[in-house]
């Protein structure tokens, strides 16, 4: 850093070195010295800090640093060392200036204390602060005596290397990163979500995801006590979110960096645009023998035409999702019973077009199922949320069979207050299109097909361009993870894109209040006899 900029700085923030050095030294003359060495000091050393924006710091390290170096010069100037003086007397009177760097040792030892990692610091503090021979922490630690030798050398190593440095939290300690989890899979993902409900293990998966690091490297980056931090890899190593390899960590799933984000969906978006004006004219061309099926629906041409084209993207999901599986294989099992994949973003869902997708939720008979796809930019007029997934699913399920209201499910009441489902008389019935099973497969599927087609090639081509584009971005241990959770998010998306420039194009205009546009249910046909 040049030394003009940093006297310029100097200049300016004189007042607060000042009132630094009078805060330690509680005299204005000595605070004056103080300031001055300070300043002499910075400008002294400052050319060799390569970072400018590190300076600020440099700075009060060494006014940290030029006030212990003044105590001690102080402590020399005024109490020189008498032979003839009682030992006695020098250990009962302790000046102050030797009272402060007493507890400065104190607060560095516990600083590298609470960063070694379990074994070193359970060892050292049950000999150093408790007391306690080898012999009693072999037994009370279950190791042999020369493990507890190894580890008392190996942790002196470790102090005395810590001593000799300066120690700097990283920007995680003050400034915790975003991370937001996803989940592509069956089963109860609760534990996922409540995991992440805290800030440490994002961000622990944040700051191990381009390199591995050890215990001591994450606990400083994060100012987290290694302590507190082992529990924490440990249910994170439990749930394969992390793996260990010798004494250093690394992040186990894919990460989505806003980078990423920003330069795949510029890539695929083209793509998307393209596909959908093709997509318009096969739907609009369609729609009067779509409306003339037997379906119960509420709603105008509008709402119609949200529901065939979603139903359309949804077909091609599903087609594409399959195509997938057949080429990458099935789904890795989950630390929940389950089968798929776990990923995450490192900013707040910037770059997602969904609130969720819930395909073919059944009822308990398999009688009825019902599929929700919450699109973005649907956000204020349909969101519907998993709260309860039995009794929710069920509640639904009675809808679309138009059963009696079951009165013990207090998920249907929810669902009626939300404008999901309708009651009328205690006879329930869905709010959203429900087809009848052979209408689906029979008629309107194969009416759908050569639309389901295109949509699909658009999402696999945009998995792809993604897909390429992810692999220059993450860490060369997860580039096998890039193809197949490319394949499933990017055609996620690009289902959510195609359906957002019908939109742009004004083919579809948002739903009017009440209006559900993107459910549809389907009741199953019992078998004839």
């Not at 009067?288 to 139903?311: D, I, K, Q, Y």
Request: hydrophobic share 40%; proline share 3%.
């Amino acid at each position: 850093m040049e030394r003009e900029k940093a006297a310029e700085w100097l200049s300016q923030n004189l007042k607060t070195l000042f009132a630094f050095s009078l805060s330690r030294l509680y005299d204005k003359d000595e605070a004056e010295d103080l300031t001055n060495d300070i300043v002499c000091a910075v400008l002294q050393s400052v050319h060799r800090l390569k970072d400018d924006g590190a300076f600020y710091g440099y700075v009060w390290r060494i006014a940290e640093n030029t006030f212990k170096t003044h105590i001690r010069r102080k402590r020399q100037d005024t109490l020189p060392f008498d032979e003839g003086f009682a030992g006695a007397c020098r250990m009962t009177q302790i000046t102050p200036e030797e009272e402060y760097l007493r507890a400065e040792d104190l607060r560095r030892l516990r600083c590298e204390l609470a960063l070694l990692s379990r074994q070193y610091r359970e060892t050292a503090v049950a000999y150093y602060i408790h007391g306690k021979s080898c012999s009693e922490i072999s037994q009370a630690l279950g190791i042999s005596r020369e493990m507890v030798k190894y580890h008392l050398f190996k942790t002196r190593k470790l102090l005395k290397e810590g001593f000799g440095m300066t120690r700097e939290f990283g920007e995680k300690s003050y400034n915790p990163g975003t991370f937001r989890m996803d989940y592509w899979g069956g089963g109860d993902n609760s534990r996922y979500w409540q995991l992440f409900e805290r800030k440490l293990p994002g961000n622990i998966l944040l700051s191990a995801y381009y390199a591995p690091a050890t215990l001591q490297e994450l606990a400083t980056e994060l100012g987290v006590a290694a302590v507190y931090l082992e529990d924490e890899l440990e249910l994170l190593l439990r749930h394969e979110l992390l793996r260990k390899n010798g004494n250093t960590y690394q992040t186990n799933i894919l990460i989505f960096t806003e980078d990423f984000e920003r330069e795949a969906s510029a890539a695929i978006a083209p793509l998307c645009r393209e596909t959908a004006e093709r997509m318009e004219a096969g739907l609009e061309s369609r729609l009067p023998v779509l409306e003339a099926l037997p379906f119960h629906s509420r709603g105008g041409r509008n709402l119609l035409r949200w529901t065939f084209a979603n139903l359309t993207l949804k077909l091609a999901l599903d087609r594409t999702d399959e195509r997938g599986c057949r080429r990458f294989g099935d789904y890795p099992p989950l630390t929940n019973g389950s089968y798929g994949f776990i990923f995450g973003y490192d900013n707040d869902y910037a770059y997602h077009h969904f609130n969720g997708i819930y395909g073919q939720c059944e009822n308990k008979e398999r009688t009825a199922w019902f599929s929700v796809e919450n699109y973005r930019i649907l956000e204020k007029r349909q969101l519907w949320k998993p709260v309860r997934w039995t009794e929710a699913v069920e509640a639904m399920g009675g809808a679309i069979l138009e059963k009696e209201a079951q009165e013990d499910n207090d998920q249907l009441v929810r669902l009626i207050a939300e404008g999901f489902i309708l009651s009328e008389n205690g006879r329930l019935s869905a709010n959203f299109p429900v087809f009848s099973s052979k209408l689906l497969d029979d008629t309107i599927r194969p009416l759908l097909e050569p639309l389901v087609e295109e949509a699909g090639r658009c999402m696999e081509e945009a998995c792809r361009t993604a897909t390429q584009i992810l692999k220059e971005h993450a860490p060369k241990a997860l580039l096998a993870l890039c193809g197949q959770i490319g394949f499933i998010r990017y055609s996620m998306d690009a289902m959510a894109l195609l359906m957002e420039a019908l939109l742009d194009r004004g083919y579809l205009t948002l739903p009017a209040g009440g209006e559900i546009p993107c459910i549809f249910g389907v009741r199953k046909d019992l078998p004839a006899g």
